[in-house]
C-alpha cells in the first residue's frame, strides 16, 4: 500500500489532499496542530518535527508520497510590519516548511525516494504591496523547492504548487460574494476563486508525474496572466 504524509492536512488544501489520497487507497498521516491531525506537530519546532517524523515511521514505515501545505498568511506594509512579525512568517512558511522537508527527506533517500510536494503561492512571483512578508516567505520557498530538487536527486523528487486566491480559512470572514475578493474572482481568467480541491488536484497530479522535479506549478485559474497596465495605459484595478 502506498503511504503518504500531509503536513497541514487538518484543513483547507491538505485536508482536500488527503481526501483525495484516501480515496485513491492511500494510507494517510496528517500532520498539523489542529484539526483532523494524527500526529500534533509545530513545524517551527525542530524536535517536535523529528518526533512526529519518528512516529510517522512506527506507524505506517517511511512514506513515498509527502504533501507540504502549511502555511501562515500576513497582511502588513513593509514600513508597519513588526520586526517580529519577519520572523514568525519566514519562520513557518520557509524555514518551517524546510525542517520538515528534511527530516521526513532522510528516511525517504534511505528507503528508495518518493516525491514531495510543497505549497508555495503566486505571491512569490508577484509583488503585493500589503503582504511584502508572505511574498518573501514564498519566494524562499522556491529556491528551496529547487535546491532540494537538486540535492536529493535522483531517488526524491521535490516540486512545488503556486495557488492563486483560493477559498480557504486563510481568508478569514471577507465577503465572497462583494469587495476585493469578488474583484479578484472577476480578474480571474477562469471567472472564480480557486477551491481547496482544485489545488489538490495539481499537487497529486505532479507527486504521479514522474518526469518533474524542481519546478513549481502555478495553478490559480489564470490570474497571474494579467499584466497590471491594460492596453490603453490604466492601471488595472
Not at 492536512?9 to 485513491?24: C, K, P, T, Y
Not at 494524527?38 to 512526529?52: G, L, M, P
Not at 516567505?137 to 523528487?157: C, F, G, N, T
Amino acid at each position: 500500500m502506498t503511504t503518504a504524509v500531509v503536513i497541514g492536512g487538518g484543513s483547507g488544501i491538505g485536508a482536500a489532499v488527503v481526501d483525495r489520497q484516501r480515496l485513491q487507497g492511500v494510507e494517510v498521516l496528517v500532520w498539523d496542530l489542529g484539526g483532523e491531525a494524527d500526529i500534533r506537530c509545530d513545524i517551527t519546532d525542530t524536535e517536535q518535527v523529528d518526533a512526529a517524523t519518528v512516529e510517522t515511521i512506527e506507524r505506517i514505515g517511511t512514506p513515498s508520497l509527502v504533501t507540504v501545505t502549511a502555511g501562515v498568511g500576513h497582511s502588513a506594509f513593509l514600513l508597519d510590519a513588526p520586526a517580529d512579525d519577519w520572523d514568525r512568517v519566514l519562520g513557518t512558511n520557509a524555514k518551517g516548511v524546510w525542517l520538515a522537508m528534511r527530516s521526513l527527506a532522510r528516511p525517504m533517500l534511505d528507503s528508495g525516494g518518493g516525491s514531495i510536494v510543497v505549497t508555495s503561492s503566486v505571491s512569490a512571483q508577484l509583488a503585493d504591496k500589503l503582504m511584502g512578508l508572505y511574498c518573501v516567505s514564498k519566494a524562499a520557498l522556491d529556491m528551496v523547492i529547487k535546491v532540494a530538487a537538486l540535492e536529493w536527486a535522483p531517488d526524491v523528487r521535490v516540486n512545488g504548487v503556486a495557488p492563486g486566491v483560493t477559498d480557504t480559512a486563510m481568508l478569514g470572514p471577507a465577503p465572497r460574494d462583494r469587495g476585493w475578493l469578488l474583484g479578484v474572482a472577476e480578474r480571474t481568467v477562469l471567472g472564480r476563486l480557486g477551491t481547496p480541491d482544485d489545488i489538490a488536484q495539481a499537487i497529486l497530479a505532479i507527486h504521479e508525474t514522474s518526469w518533474v522535479t524542481g519546478q513549481v506549478l502555478t495553478c490559480d485559474g489564470g490570474l497571474s496572466l494579467h499584466s497590471p497596465i491594460d492596453p490603453l495605459g490604466r492601471i488595472a484595478p
